[in-house]
Structures are given as C-alpha cells and as structure tokens.
C-alpha cells in the first residue's frame, strides 16, 4: 500500500508551459516535503510545507499543502529544460517515531526544449 | 567535503562477490538511511540507524548487511547478491526527530549485479 500517492507518474511537456504535480494520501501529515532527483544524483530538498493551506514559492515552482495536511501540489510556471528530473514527495507522519520520511513513487518530468 | 558522500559512484560485482558500499556525512547529523531506488519503483527504505543503533531493518535479505561504526559512517555489506539486486542504492543522513530539515542524500551508488 503507497501511502502517498503521486500523479502523473510521467509528464513531458514543451519548454514554456505550465504543469502540476500532486501528491495525495489518506493519511495526516506533521510536514511534507518535495525533493527533485536528476539523473545519476541524489533526491535534493526543495522546499518544507508544515501549515494547512501553507503556499511557498520558489522562483518558478510553487508548492502548497492542503488545508487538511493529507495532500500537496508543486506548480511549476514556464517549464525549462533545466526542470527536467525526478520529483518526489516526502511526508512526516504525526507521532512518527524519529520524524521518519514517507515518499511518494515520484513524477518523472521532461521538458523539451 | 560538505553534504553526503557515497563511494563508489559505480559497482559491477559477480553473484559470488563480497563489496561493501560505504557513506560518509559531517554535516552533525545523527540518523542515517539505506535506501534502494530501482527502475520504475518508489524508493525503498532499507534500513535506518539513529544515534548509530539499527533502528529498522524493512525485512531486507541477509545478503545485505549495515554497519553504523559511528555517527558519521554507514557501511552496506553485500554478498551473494542476484541480478534484482541491481540497482541505485542512495544513503541518507538527518537530524533526529526534525523532518522539517529534510533528508540529505549522497550521490548513491549504481550497483549492477552480473
């Protein structure tokens, strides 16, 4: 059983075009997190979302976690090329014991020039 | 070096082999994470060490084996490994108890079983 689940799985777009990413769970959620893998690398942190309804903003990508902490979205604006990777969720259960991550199975993105 | 360093970047090894995979932070974090990513698959925790006691082992075969020496090393033993073993093994480090600071991941290691 996923606990987060994540869709699309897979999305290819033209350069330019917007696109959004979600991340979903029956589950409640202390904090989530996004994380983007580029081929032959390690996950890397994007960005933390601890607040119901909480929005960040990081340049051209813009997260949210839902009012009921079980769900998130990442927007990206004007996809590059340069966006092209692995995007993962990663979510902290209430009372987890070590704040232990839970992840998503990932959206594979390809922006094309 | 800052951050998470694995080594070695790339591993071909025969089902017969013993390696090890070896990780390394001092980034003063206290808790450290196996995990393996194969194609088409989510990310799959291995095995967690906090304060450098094996804290969770997700019913991984006996061919793999960790060791937490110290707080800034994680090793991943590995012998009489099968070709499904063949994938990119990632380790992880982070503060104990505080998710909000995220994990950080080493570069991983490609492992392919021949």
């Known amino acids: 059983t996923q606990l987060l689940e994540q869709s699309p799985q897979f999305l290819s777009i033209q350069e330019g075009e917007n696109l959004t990413v979600y991340c979903n769970s029956s589950?409640?959620?202390?904090?989530l997190q996004w994380y983007r893998q580029e081929p032959g690398e390690g996950p890397v942190l994007l960005v933390t979302?601890?607040?119901?309804?909480e929005v960040k903003k990081l340049k051209r990508l813009t997260f949210q976690f839902g009012d009921a902490r079980k769900d998130s979205s990442l927007h990206i604006t004007a996809a590059q090329p340069g966006d092209t990777g692995l995007y993962l969720c990663a979510g902290a259960r209430i009372y987890n014991q070590g704040g232990k991550l839970i992840f998503g199975q990932g959206t594979e993105l390809s922006v094309k020039p | 070096e800052t951050g998470v360093t694995q080594t070695p970047r790339h591993l071909v090894m025969g089902m017969t082999n013993k390696k090890s995979l070896k990780c390394e932070q001092h980034l003063g974090h206290n808790a450290m994470y196996w995990y393996k990513q194969s194609a088409k698959k989510p990310l799959e925790l291995m095995f967690v060490y906090s304060l450098e006691e094996r804290v969770e082992n997700n019913s991984v075969p006996s061919r793999f084996s960790p060791e937490c020496p110290n707080s800034s090393h994680l090793f991943l033993h590995l012998h009489t490994l099968q070709p499904e073993d063949s994938a990119l093994y990632l380790c992880?480090?982070?503060?104990?108890?505080?998710?909000?600071?995220?994990?950080?991941f080493g570069s991983g290691t490609r492992l392919t079983v021949v």
């Open positions: 992880a480090s982070s503060r104990e108890g505080q998710p909000y600071y995220g994990y950080t």
């Open positions: 979302v601890v607040t119901g309804g």
């Open positions: 589950s409640v959620f202390s904090s």
